[in-house]
């Protein structure tokens, strides 16, 4: 079975770190590049990071810059999201995402309907 399996969300204050991990199992990640994306409560689904097949690239957006990163290890096959100085804006499910070069061609970044397989999600909260 192909899936993808995110962990390490939870409840933090403001300012707090976070580390989420992105599990694949069927199927080897280092042929797929990986959307981190996030949805809040009332809103659309948005993306926050991207890192390339090997990691060469990386893009956040504008919300998250400076502040989380994506970095993955293909010989565990996992990736990562390190969140750092949380704020209470950061509060959602958090999505892990790969899609292949072909998927990809001609497809911005957080292209989410360009993506081939996704999470279940986990949730992050950042309180007060």
């Known amino acids: 079975q192909l899936q993808l399996v995110e962990s390490g969300g939870g409840l933090v204050h403001i300012g707090g770190s976070l580390r989420l991990s992105c599990a694949a199992s069927?199927?080897?990640?280092?042929?797929?590049?990986i959307g981190w994306f996030r949805q809040a409560p009332g809103k659309e689904r948005e993306g926050v990071s991207y890192i390339t097949r090997s990691a060469g690239f990386t893009f956040y957006a504008g919300s998250v810059k400076g502040r989380l990163t994506a970095s993955r290890d293909n010989a565990k096959n996992m990736v990562y999201l390190q969140m750092n100085s949380l704020k209470p804006e950061d509060t959602g499910v958090y999505y892990c995402a790969a899609r292949t070069s072909s998927s990809a061609s001609g497809n911005s970044y957080f292209a989410d309907k360009s993506y081939d397989y996704w999470g279940q999600g986990t949730q992050v909260t950042v309180s007060s």
């Open positions: 069927g199927f080897s990640l280092d042929n797929y590049a």
